[in-house]
């Protein structure tokens, strides 16, 4: 999948970018790590989330804040 | 015979309007008890993410939206046969079917607000940037130099996170008072003040638009951006996608991280 | 192709700008050579790394503000804060990585860093 040039500057390609590139609707499956050992990978990733929510906590500066849902 | 799915919608009659796909085919509708997926047939495989690609996808999702309530895919949602597209129905029929109910009558709107992030800095390092209460870090060692300077930006930009959160909830109090639900990203980059997407009743939609007007009218210094009326692209939550499946992963990890169509098959373990 | 969605901005340049700093952190694919593959576990363990470093930075800067250490510490601190940020621009700069491919994007989490 070729990097999308956004050299023209269209800022309605990048709004409908921001949508459709990686929200709507995700049937499982479809992100791909396409490197060796997976079951070595998913542990750390495990390792990772908790690292994130300990960040949350900390949180402050400069780190950008996570989406905030509000119903 | 490979099928690019734009969106699940709350119909399972035939569509009647013309609408053209990818490939300028023809997009129909694959029922499923009282939902259906709306469908396009390619022939050809799909070499990247192209600028036409992105806008022929969000088209088709946009003339969905005129007729019916549609829980919009995600680009390259690609599946293998109608007994696939059936099967991928069945497992998700309850979450589709709350989100149908739940996104009836309701669009989408995005908001986005540029701040001038340096001058903002600048006024709270003239604020409150020289005064050093911390005397005995005044020592001259290159460590504790480096701490004070740490400890300087630290209170600086926690200072500049604080201001930027005031500005999002003034703002909030006009946008939010229109929407049914809302998700709001802050200081996405230094200027990137506010990323937002606002769910609104269609019938709030003049509402909504004269809401951000007073906004926009607030400050001169700030630059602003709506957009909208979209499916509710941020809005789809499905419960059965939040247990992590065995062989899955996360995101970019790697360059070698691939957006990959899904080409559902036999792999259908759930755990 | 009509579009009945619109974008308003009084700004489009300004946004695109910043838009297209989104864009970066997308992921993509290259061609697969050792090289690269070197590259991106490189990335990844500077990543862990750099995610790391933040911690000890942050936690830092909060015992320093709530008093809790002494002056000896400050400086002991001050001196392995400085190394590591030494020792991450030697790594980035024979990877060849900028901070910005320094994260890791989670998904509905957002970004890790």
């Known amino acids: ?71 | 015979m490979k099928l690019y799915l734009y969106g699940i919608i709350d119909s399972s009659s035939m569509i009647r309007e013309s609408i053209c796909g990818l490939e300028g085919s023809g997009v129909y509708n694959i029922p499923y008890c009282d939902i259906g997926t709306a469908v396009s047939e390619i022939n050809q495989p799909i070499p990247g993410v192209s600028k036409r690609l992105v806008l022929e996808h969000e088209a088709v999702a946009e003339k969905l939206m005129e007729k019916f309530t549609v829980l919009p895919f995600r680009l390259l949602t690609i599946l293998d046969g109608r007994e696939n597209v059936l099967s991928m129905m069945d497992d998700y029929y309850g979450d589709f079917r709350d989100n149908l109910d739940g996104l009836r009558g309701k669009v989408e709107f995005g908001i986005k607000v540029i701040w001038p992030a340096d001058k903002v800095k600048s006024c709270i390092i003239n604020t409150c940037g020289t005064k050093n209460r911390n005397a005995h870090l005044l020592d001259d060692s290159a460590e504790r130099r480096f701490v004070r300077e740490k400890f300087e930006q630290h209170k600086i930009d926690r200072a500049f996170r604080e201001k930027a959160d005031g500005y999002i909830n003034a703002m909030d109090v006009f946008l939010g008072k229109f929407a049914t639900a809302k998700k709001l990203e802050t200081l996405r980059t230094e200027n990137l003040l506010l990323s937002a997407v606002y769910l609104v009743t269609k019938d709030n939609q003049d509402n909504f638009r004269e809401a951000f007007e007073h906004v926009r009218t607030a400050r001169k210094d700030f630059k602003y951006l709506v957009s909208g009326p979209w499916p509710p692209y941020h809005f789809v939550i499905l419960r059965r996608n939040s247990q992590p499946r065995r062989n899955s992963g996360l995101t970019a990890m790697f360059d070698k991280v691939i957006l990959q169509p899904t080409l559902v098959g036999a792999d259908k373990t759930w755990q | 192709m009509a579009m009945n969605s619109v974008v308003e901005t009084d700004f489009p340049e300004t946004f695109v700008e910043e838009m297209e700093k989104l864009q970066e952190a997308l992921p993509r694919r290259i061609d697969a050579n050792p090289k690269n593959v070197e590259k991106g576990l490189a990335k990844l363990v500077l990543t862990l790394v750099e995610l790391v470093r933040k911690l000890l930075e942050k936690q830092a800067m909060r015992r320093i503000e709530a008093g809790s250490l002494s002056d000896e510490q400050i400086e002991r601190v001050g001196e392995t804060l400085m190394k590591l940020e030494t020792k991450m621009h030697e790594l980035k700069e024979v990877f060849g990585l900028k901070d910005e491919e320094l994260n890791i994007n989670l998904g509905p989490l957002g970004d890790l860093m």
């Open chain 1, 1 to 71: 999948m070729d990097n999308i040039t956004v050299k023209s500057k269209d800022v309605t390609l990048l709004e409908v970018l921001d949508r459709v590139l990686d929200k709507g609707v995700i049937i499982a499956g479809d992100i791909v790590i396409s490197v060796a050992d997976v079951d070595l990978i998913y542990l750390g990733l495990k390792v990772l989330l908790s690292s994130v929510e300990t960040m949350e906590c900390l949180r402050g500066a400069p780190f950008p804040s996570p989406m905030q849902e509000a119903t």
